[in-house]
């Protein structure tokens, strides 16, 4: 068996079951009439009462969901026409698709050699007219977070401790289940099942990369707060992830088009998906991240803080894969970057416990530390920009415990000016903060060792964050 992706002129969105009873949702797909997938995703058991409205707002979500997660069996071919058999969209819906099967999958078209900004044609009748629909009956009152496992995830959950959110895991990764116990949470775990064709079709042809997991991830969880009891989702996106990762063509005539392997995890990502879930659901169902206007550093100082975290948080993606082992790999870009990162705040003996070794004294990681920061040659990967790398690389040449390491005398001449930290808006605010978080957690003003980097005035920013978007 040979599949040739050239060959297929159509993906088709086919059908779409929704239990609100065994929270199982079905979701089909095929590629021409030669190809057919079924994903299968479990809910789990509902933690509030059964509502009628309630069950229609997750059906309504759950339609979005099938448009974002058919990405995973659209890229084995990458046809310019996407066929909707479930019924009418809207408008911002049809918009929603063109986003994200063309920006959410450019990293892909990119390394299979396929054209970067690619006419994609939703074939679907047009729904009504806007706000021809009566909004959902909003779940009640709460908050969810998604969590994965990584230490950006791990700093909302503990900002907001105290307000008892509810965690949600696709899958239940080990290092998801550590963090939620660390917190001293329930954490709800959503099962997702991707048809195993698609595997065997990724061996014989299809073709494979990166797809924009973050956006099934967000409506997985926007989904869940219909059966467990929340309106908000908090995400935490930071906004390193606006930087594209390659920017090609630009020259003459030509139009310069952004790459970005962060594009659902960006702030346009943001403004589009909280569009159309108001286009779906109405002004009741609320989706924000609590870290857009956070910096890596900045995240990197407040985690320092946790320690409670430390031992439980895994950011290392090839642990993420099918077959990865649950620890860090220290040879990954998403490993070099969090060690780096962490070292503006840490020293060594706290991060070699974490990682088993120390990334930034060994000579042969000199190359991919590089890679980090020099123009053209930023990985795909969920990094931080290539400033935010001169800037931590930058602060380790004059810090006496990362100074002599080799990674650092190789790297810190091309360090740049480090720029002033503004003081903090509030003062005692984020003091204060920290504090209802964790009173457990030392408080020093700056937090690690670089002056006016303030981790508590993170906490505070992340909960006035989430309390303007719910008191929207």
């Known amino acids: 068996m040979r599949f040739r992706p050239d060959q297929i002129e159509r993906f088709r969105l086919t059908t779409l079951v929704v239990d609100p009873d065994s929270g199982v949702v079905e979701l089909g797909y095929a590629l021409d009439d030669t190809w057919s997938f079924t994903e299968r995703l479990a809910f789990g058991p509902r933690k509030v009462e059964a509502v009628a409205g309630w069950d229609d707002g997750f059906a309504r979500v759950a339609r979005l969901l099938h448009l974002a997660a058919g990405v995973s069996y659209y890229k084995a071919a990458m046809p310019g026409t996407l066929v909707v058999e479930t019924g009418p969209i809207s408008d911002v819906e049809r918009r929603f698709c063109i986003d994200l099967y063309d920006k959410g999958l450019r990293e892909l078209a990119w390394h299979n050699g396929l054209p970067l900004e690619r006419r994609i044609t939703v074939d679907a009748p047009t729904a009504g007219r806007p706000g021809a629909r009566p909004a959902a009956m909003a779940p009640p009152a709460g908050i969810g977070i998604p969590i994965g496992g990584g230490k950006d995830s791990a700093v909302v959950v503990e900002a907001l401790r105290d307000r008892s959110p509810t965690l949600v895991s696709v899958n239940g990764h080990p290092a998801a289940l550590r963090v939620a116990a660390a917190a001293g949470l329930e954490v709800a775990v959503v099962g997702r099942a991707l048809d195993p064709l698609l595997l065997e079709l990724n061996d014989v042809g299809a073709r494979n990369g990166h797809v924009p997991i973050t956006a099934i991830v967000s409506l997985v969880a926007v989904a869940a707060g219909f059966r467990l009891g929340y309106d ?123 990682f088993g070794r120390d990334l930034l004294r060994e000579p042969d990681q000199v190359a991919g530390f590089r890679d980090l920061f020099e123009e053209g040659r930023k990985p795909f990967e969920c990094v931080g920009t290539r400033d935010e790398s001169l800037t931590a690389f930058a602060e380790l040449g004059r810090d006496p415990a990362w100074a002599d390491a080799p990674v650092v005398r190789a790297l810190a001449p091309h360090q740049k000016a480090v720029p002033a930290m503004e003081p903090a808006a509030v003062p005692g605010a984020g003091q204060a903060a920290m504090a209802a978080a964790d009173p457990g957690v030392s408080r020093t003003s700056g937090g690690g060792r670089v002056p006016g980097r303030d981790p508590a005035r993170l906490v505070h920013d992340i909960r006035a964050a989430v309390d303007e978007v719910r008191a929207r």
């Not at 031992?311 to 490993?335: H, T, V, Y």
């Open 232 to 354: 908000t989702t908090v995400m935490a996106l930071e906004k390193s992830a606006d930087e594209p990762t390659r920017v090609a063509g630009g020259g003459g005539s030509s139009p310069a088009v952004a790459v970005n392997h962060q594009w659902s995890k960006s702030s346009e990502f943001e403004e589009v998906l909280a569009a159309v879930l108001a286009d779906t659901l109405g002004p009741g169902v609320r989706y924000r991240s609590a870290l857009r206007q956070a910096g890596e550093l900045d995240i990197a100082a407040a985690f320092a803080l946790m320690p409670r975290y430390h031992r439980a948080f895994l950011s290392c993606n090839r642990a993420f894969a099918r077959s990865g082992a649950d620890r860090w790999c220290g040879e990954c870009p998403k490993c070099r970057f969090v060690y780096l990162a962490l070292a503006t705040s840490m020293g060594p003996d706290q991060l070699v416990p974490i």
